[in-house]
């Protein structure tokens, strides 16, 4: 069964910085072929989904990332293949960003802008920046 669970959330300033982690279960990271996985965030209570930063693989190796166009130049997404993790660096933090940030995996391509496509999904993790 795949397991995600996804930590570092918190409150910081505007301009501020954190480090979101998912660590995945071995029968994630233990896939062959092609799989995603990444960050989505909901910044109202019953909004969609957005994508914010995914990766790809095939075979376990790195072959593409994908970034949301309102977070380029400040976060970044890599990942600890040995510890089965992956991180989500957010620098120059906005209001805007705020919300719940859910780490998703799914076997096969990223699509940045379906969560509907997204088998499994972490609990989410509240981020909250202040003006």
């Given at each position: 069964q795949v397991q995600l669970v996804d930590s570092g959330g918190g409150s910081v300033q505007a301009g501020g910085s954190?480090?979101?982690?998912?660590?995945?279960?071995t029968a994630f990271q233990n896939?062959?072929?092609d799989t995603c996985m990444g960050w989505f965030r909901r910044r109202t209570p019953g909004a969609a989904r957005d994508g914010v930063a995914l990766l790809e693989t095939r075979n376990g190796e790195y072959?593409?990332?994908?970034?949301?166009?309102?977070?380029?130049?400040?976060?970044?997404?890599?990942?600890d293949s040995a510890k089965n993790t992956m991180f989500l660096q957010m620098t120059g933090l906005r209001p805007d960003d705020t919300g719940?940030?859910?780490c998703a995996a799914r076997r096969g391509y990223c699509y940045l802008t379906l969560p509907s496509e997204y088998d499994y999904w972490g609990q989410g993790t509240q981020v909250t920046?202040?003006?």
């Open positions: 954190l480090r979101l982690s998912c660590v995945a279960s896939t062959r072929g072959r593409y990332t994908y970034i949301g166009d309102s977070v380029k130049g400040r976060f970044t997404i890599a990942r719940i940030y859910y920046v202040s003006s």
